[in-house]
């Protein structure tokens, strides 16, 4: 007679064959990050081979020291692409943080329908705020500029970011706000000094994302001014 296995057993059995599962799943969706990284260091020879090699047998970094750090123009792209998306990132958290803050704690009457807007804008195609986003910043000098940029970038990712930090803040108990504001501290200082330590996993989820969200396009959004010796050519 065959004898069951402990309950333990069986769960850790499980618990291998979910691992292992994840190991698989893990490893599909970075393998094209690994095959593109041993690419780019490959020798000519290597990256026509027949069939390919999986791993690179001489590394040539060629590619990287004339494509890229050679290149001014890659350069300045990569340069202009770290200042519109940290720039961006700050101004998110500079707005969005008391933002959410006073839509999850002011004791207003349409906070749902406050929210209707953000929803609405993430459903919003980029471009049909576009052409109306032009005309405006024409008329305060911003088109083709890097506050231009930014701005534009920041009207993307505000929205979510006031629709990911509101719960966070909601579950902060109110209890910890009043026993500051008993002992004597404004409500600004139990925001800055209690609710915003607690928070930080938060800000740090929203500086991610709406990092990640304006590296995409910072590349071609990216102001372009041309020297002079350009500008005065035919």
């Known amino acids: 007679m065959s004898v069951a296995p402990a309950p333990r057993v069986h769960r850790t059995r499980r618990k291998w064959h979910l691992t292992a599962i994840g190991i698989v799943l893990v490893g599909l969706f970075i393998f094209p990050l690994y095959w593109m990284i041993t690419t780019s260091v490959k020798t000519p020879d290597e990256l026509f081979a027949s069939p390919p090699t999986w791993v690179p047998t001489h590394l040539d970094l060629d590619n990287y020291a004339i494509t890229v750090f050679g290149n001014a123009q890659m350069m300045r792209s990569l340069g ?79 929205p979510f970011a006031v629709i990911v930090l509101r719960p966070f803040y909601l579950g902060i108990p109110r209890e910890l706000e009043e026993a500051a504001s008993v002992d004597g501290a404004t409500r600004f200082q139990a925001f800055f000094r209690i609710v915003l330590p607690l928070v930080r996993p938060g800000l740090v989820t929203v500086g991610v994302f709406a990092f990640v969200m304006t590296w995409g396009s910072s590349c071609s959004a990216s102001p372009w001014r041309p020297s002079r010796s350009s500008s005065r050519s035919p």
């Open 80 to 158: 202009n692409s770290v200042l519109i998306s940290v720039g961006t990132t700050v101004l998110t958290l500079l707005l969005a943080t008391p933002a959410a803050y006073a839509m999850a704690r002011l004791r207003l009457r349409w906070t749902g329908l406050l929210l209707l807007p953000f929803l609405v804008a993430q459903l919003l195609p980029a471009i049909n705020v576009a052409l109306p986003m032009f005309a405006l910043f024409s008329q305060f000098g911003l088109v083709n500029t890097y506050q231009g940029v930014i701005l534009a970038d920041t009207v993307n990712a505000l």
